[in-house]
């Protein structure tokens, strides 16, 4: 069983900066690929950003290219969503998740372990 617990979400201005944090529990973190989803509401899940086991391939929605930065520490079983230039549109809730092997998907599905979510509001 796989923990996740996403923190460093918060109230920002757009065009201010946040890093979200997922840390995990479980002891084969690095032999899976991660994810970041996001979620506002009334709206459905979105892929942000994922990155293979090894960190050695990240890719990112279009909506956020340029903007975001995915990372891990496989030796501190951490995840890492570096969130630049915030815009109101990023407003959501947002999950980091454990894919199902060790190459990232754009598709929910393709995850199986999900974090209770963080919360950023970023304010016009």
């Known amino acids: 069983q796989v923990q996740l617990v996403e923190s460093g979400g918060g109230l920002v201005q757009a065009g201010g900066s946040l890093r979200l944090s997922c840390a995990s529990s479980g002891r084969t973190f690095s032999r899976y690929a991660m994810g970041w989803f996001r979620q506002a509401p009334g709206k459905e899940r979105e892929f942000v950003a994922g990155i293979s086991s090894s960190g050695a391939s990240t890719g990112s929605a279009d909506s956020v290219k340029g903007r975001f930065t995915i990372s891990r520490d496989n030796a501190k079983n951490t995840l890492y969503l570096q969130m630049n230039s915030l815009k109101p549109e990023d407003t959501a809730v947002y999950y980091c998740?454990?894919?199902?092997?060790?190459?990232?998907?754009?598709?929910?599905?393709?995850?199986?372990?999900w974090g209770q979510g963080t919360q950023v509001t970023v304010s016009s």
């Open positions: 998740a454990t894919g199902r092997s060790t190459y990232y998907s754009g598709n929910y599905y393709d995850y199986n372990y």
